[in-house]
Structures are given as C-alpha cells and as structure tokens.
C-alpha cells in the first residue's frame, strides 16, 4: 500500500525557517517524481514545487522561488522542503504527492501537515 | 486568482447529473491533454479522480467522467449520490510558469 507521511510542520515566526519531511513506503520511491502541494486554510490547492526521480530536475512556483529548497533522499525514500524567510501567506496545509508517471497529475497524497506563520 | 477558472459551486439532486467546467488558455487546458481532477472532502486529502482529460485510475467509480474542448475541460457526475458531496480541484500542465496550475475549486452540494 502506498503511504506518503508528512511531518515537520508547526508555528514559526515570519522570517524563520522550517523543514518539512515526507516518508515514502509501500513503492519504489527513486523511481517517482515527487511534489509539494499546498492548500492555505479555506483556500485552494496551489502547487509549490517538482522533483524528478534522481533529484536532477527541480521546479518552484514563483511564489516560493528563492525561499524554498525542495529535495530527496532515495536511500531514505524521504522528500523535504526546506522553508525560509517564511511569510504569514506561506500558512498553509503543506501535502507531498506522488506524480503519476508522464501524466503530470498526482495519484497519491499525504495526509499533510500545517505550517502556520504567526507571531 | 487562480489559473483555472471553475464556478464556485454547483448543486444538483441525488440521481441527477452535474458538469463542472474549468477553463484555462491554449498554454495549459487547450494546449494538453494533461488535464486531471481531484475530489477533496473536509479536512481530507485530495483524491485524484481523473487523469489525462478522461481516464479514470482504478477504483473510481465510472459515474465520473471528464472531457475537454478547446480550453475548457469539464468534470461530470452522473447518478449523483450523497458522498459526492466535495470541493473538486481541476489542474493542468502548463508551458508557462509555474509547472502545474489548479482551478479555484467547486464546492458540489447534493440536495
């Protein structure tokens, strides 16, 4: 069964950092692309960033450029995000989700995790 | 504002039928068949609920379905049943930036 399991998230100031982590289990996680999805409270869903399968590929939205670092570990079968200079509009429910190969489209999502920007 | 632009929220009976559209441009909707759908109920993940404008993964029930014309995809529930009741999220591959963009959501109500 495939499980994707967010973790890292909390109450950070504006202007600090946070590391978001996804385990991966249940598929061969070096062999997908991954991506961080996220949804600000009552909102929609926005993209935030891609990762191909070997790490050689990386997207961000324009949004989170320059801010955040996208990464993963295939001996670890774990995704992260680092988060700096964080802002009250990065609030949000932060998801890692599995691409579908070829398909541009997410076939599995974590249960995600709330990272909320307060001070 | 997003990307995609999808109604609000749409309503219909149970049994009925309902479409939800999602209107992009000739960079991401029209220009790919890249289109994909999403159910999200409260306080829930998103469930992918088609791909590729009308392939639906396993599982899911053949009472969805989905199309495109032009730059405009859409999203159908026939048979409509209580657990329908979502936000439904489109997305789409787009040539510009960023690499994927959704829709706004609809919220379907089952009366």
């Known amino acids: 069964e495939v499980q994707l399991v967010e973790s890292g998230g909390g109450l950070v100031q504006p202007g600090g950092s946070l590391r978001l982590s996804c385990a991966a289990s249940?598929?061969?996680?070096?062999?997908?692309?991954m991506n961080w999805v996220r949804q600000a409270p009552g909102k929609g869903l926005e993209w935030v960033s891609y990762?191909?399968?070997?790490?050689?590929?990386?997207y961000y939205a324009d949004s989170v450029k320059g801010r955040f670092t996208i990464s993963r570990d295939n001996a670890k079968n774990s995704l992260y995000l680092q988060m700096n200079s964080l802002r009250a509009e990065d609030t949000a429910v932060y998801y890692c989700?599995?691409?579908?190969?070829?398909?541009?489209?997410?076939?599995?999502w974590g249960q995600g995790t709330l990272v909320t920007v307060s001070s | 504002q997003s990307a995609l632009t999808q109604p609000a929220s749409v309503s219909g009976s149970p049994g009925q039928s309902i479409t939800i559209s999602c209107t992009g441009t000739?960079?991401?909707?029209?220009?790919?068949?890249?289109v994909s759908w999403y159910q999200q109920h409260p306080g829930k993940a998103p469930k992918l609920m088609i791909y590729?404008?009308?392939n639906r993964p396993s599982g899911v029930p053949d009472r969805f379905s989905g199309s495109k014309s032009g730059n405009t995809a859409s999203l159908t529930i026939s048979g409509l049943q209580a657990e329908d009741e979502a936000d439904y999220y489109c997305?789409?591959?787009?040539?510009?930036?960023?690499?994927?963009?959704f829709g706004g959501g609809t919220k379907l109500t089952v009366l």
């Open positions: 249940g598929f061969t996680f070096s062999s997908y692309e």
């Open positions: 989700a599995r691409d579908l190969p070829a398909m541009v489209t997410f076939d599995y």
């Open positions: 997305s789409s591959y787009t040539s510009s930036s960023p690499h994927v963009v």
């Open positions: 990762i191909s399968s070997s790490g050689s590929t990386i």
């Open positions: 000739s960079s991401d909707v029209g220009g790919y068949n890249y």
């Open positions: 590729e404008v009308s």
